[in-house]
Structure formats: C-alpha cells, structure tokens
C-alpha cells in the first residue's frame, strides 16, 4: 500500500470526514496536524501543495489527491483503491 499523508486542522469538520472515510477503508495514514497559529506547519504544506492555503490536504505517494470532496469523489467512482495499489 502507497504512503498517504493527510495535513489537518483542530476543529476541521471536512478533515474529520477524510480521515473517517481511509479508516473506513482502511488505509494507514500520517496526520499531520497544523494548529491555527502553526506558521511553519502551514508553510510547509502550501509549499508542498502549490499554495493552497486549505485543509485536508491529502496526498498519497506524494502526489497531491486535494481535500475531502476530491477524497470521496474517488472512492464513489472506484478509483481510490487503484491509486493506494
């Protein structure tokens, strides 16, 4: 299985259902959890993600996935279980 890693935030109600929806499947995660005044947390994953200034930011093998409704459009069209292959 690819490595996936997903940046979040306390009290984030997308990032809760993002990593609801890999336990569901399974699938082993890092979290790394950005706290609101975390400057270089969120540094380090605008830098990674191009700037996107959101969270989740989910990324499996390194490649940029996006957030929970990219996550969750995958899974409906069967296709999130073939990236984690």
Known sequence: ???VVVYTSPSC???VRA???LKRK???FEEKLIGWD?????EEMRQKS???KTVPQIYIDDK?????????ALDS???LEEMLK
Do not use: I, S
């Open 1 to 3: 299985m690819k490595k």
């Open 13 to 15: 109600p997308y990032c």
């Open 19 to 21: 990593k609801d929806l």
């Open 26 to 28: 399974n699938v082993a």
């Open 38 to 42: 975390d400057e270089a947390g969120w």
């Open 50 to 52: 191009n700037g996107m």
């Open 64 to 72: 940029l996935v996006g957030g929970y409704t990219d996550l969750a």
């Open 77 to 79: 069209q069967g296709k």
